[in-house]
């Protein structure tokens, strides 16, 4: 539960006022999983010394989990944390065991490299660097629009409640996802372990998050394809990116399929059971096992 409070000696959590952040929402949002309980004190200023030590004070005050003082804490890629990054290196293990997950170390190492660390980064003036032709909204992007909009009768507090309260949301999913990813990891790695190291493809038997795990194997390296049980019925093949960094595909799909479906794609792959390709080329459906394997046999031979 959440309140703003107008008195800092009933807070429990005290930030700043004004324009809200990515950095001090998803803090506040966080205490609030943590805590279970958050009164907080918005304000233009505050002195660390005249309040009791249980409570929380963030980006503001030139304390412990603020970031705005010269000898502020950065890490070792010497990115500044910010007020969420803070609590978060601070109270994130000690919170993940009280939700009793057992991979305590690697998810929250994960979650702060998935999630935590790219609100730190904006919040300190390093922003993603992003080439494509439509406007790209960030998480702290979004949290911008909780702002009061211009000429509007729009309450402080309640916009910052709304806007903590899309954070819990976010910190909540990201916390299951990423547990949820690090477990299909542990197993795509397995997989490529005991795959044909002359194989160029990867067969699933399941769908699980592979990427991240196919492109930090060196074992991978070779791969051209992931193959997998689709959720829509039959099966999907999808091309595998160069790297993390480099999201063009080892190969695509061969141009004359783009765009295809059904009797038109049969006709010209001469393989029954070839659905679909899409325009990009990155990724076609199969009715049957038997169609997949047609497809990897004939691009990876």
């Given at each position: 539960?959440?309140?703003?409070?107008?008195?800092?000696?009933?807070?429990?959590?005290?930030?700043?006022?004004?324009?809200?952040?990515?950095?001090?929402?998803?803090?506040?949002?966080?205490?609030?999983?943590?805590?279970?309980?958050?009164?907080?004190?918005?304000?233009?200023?505050?002195?660390?010394?005249?309040?009791?030590?249980?409570?929380?004070?963030?980006?503001?005050?030139?304390?412990?989990?603020?970031?705005?003082?010269?000898?502020?804490?950065?890490?070792?890629?010497?990115?500044?944390?910010?007020?969420?990054?803070?609590?978060?290196?601070?109270?994130?293990?000690?919170?993940?065991?009280?939700?009793?997950?057992?991979?305590?170390?690697?998810?929250?190492?994960?979650?702060?490299?998935?999630?935590?660390?790219?609100?730190?980064?904006?919040?300190?003036?390093?922003?993603?660097?992003?080439?494509?032709?439509?406007?790209?909204?960030?998480?702290?992007?979004?949290?911008?629009?909780?702002?009061?909009?211009?000429?509007?009768?729009?309450?402080?507090?309640?916009?910052?409640?709304?806007?903590?309260?899309?954070?819990?949301?976010?910190?909540?999913?990201?916390?299951?996802?990423?547990?949820?990813?690090?477990?299909?990891?542990?197993?795509?790695?397995?997989?490529?372990?005991?795959?044909?190291?002359?194989?160029?493809?990867?067969?699933?038997?399941?769908?699980?998050?592979?990427?991240?795990?196919?492109?930090?194997?060196?074992?991978?390296?070779?791969?051209?394809?992931?193959?997998?049980?689709?959720?829509?019925?039959?099966?999907?093949?999808?091309?595998?990116?160069?790297?993390?960094?480099?999201?063009?595909?080892?190969?695509?799909?061969?141009?004359?399929?783009?765009?295809?479906?059904?009797?038109?794609?049969?006709?010209?792959?001469?393989?029954p059971g070839l659905r679909f390709c899409h325009t990009g080329r990155f990724?076609?459906?199969?009715?049957?096992?038997?169609?997949?394997?047609?497809?990897?046999?004939?691009?990876?031979?």
């Amino acid at each position: 539960m959440i309140k703003v409070v107008q008195n800092k000696k009933e807070a429990n959590c005290i930030t700043h006022s004004g324009t809200m952040h990515a950095d001090e929402v998803f803090a506040t949002a966080f205490l609030e999983l943590y805590l279970g309980e958050v009164r907080v004190f918005r304000t233009t200023a505050v002195d660390p010394s005249a309040l009791k030590e249980d409570v929380f004070i963030y980006d503001i005050g030139r304390g412990k989990y603020d970031h705005h003082q010269k000898d502020a804490l950065r890490r070792e890629n010497n990115l500044l944390y910010s007020s969420v990054g803070l609590l978060w290196k601070t109270f994130g293990k000690e919170f993940l065991k009280k939700w009793d997950f057992s991979n305590v170390d690697e998810l929250h190492q994960a979650i702060d490299k998935d999630l935590v660390e790219g609100i730190d980064g904006d919040d300190n003036g390093v922003f993603p660097k992003v080439e494509c032709p439509y406007r790209v909204k960030t998480l702290p992007n979004i949290i911008k629009i909780f702002n009061p909009s211009f000429d509007s009768d729009e309450n402080e507090s309640d916009q910052f409640i709304k806007a903590v309260s899309l954070a819990k949301m976010i910190w909540e999913e990201e916390i299951y996802y990423m547990n949820g990813k690090l477990i299909a990891e542990h197993k795509v790695h397995d997989l490529v372990e005991k795959n044909d190291p002359n194989c160029k493809y990867l067969f699933l038997d399941e769908y699980l998050p592979y990427e991240d795990a196919v492109l930090s194997n060196p074992q991978a390296n070779s791969l051209l394809f992931v193959a997998f049980p689709s959720n829509r019925g039959g099966y999907a093949i999808k091309t595998i990116p160069k790297s993390i960094e480099d999201k063009t595909a080892r190969i695509l799909f061969p141009e004359e399929w783009a765009g295809l479906q059904n009797d038109e794609l049969e006709q010209i792959s001469h393989i029954p059971g070839l659905r679909f390709c899409h325009t990009g080329r990155f990724i076609v459906t199969c009715d049957t096992e038997e169609a997949v394997y047609q497809v990897l046999n004939l691009l990876c031979s």
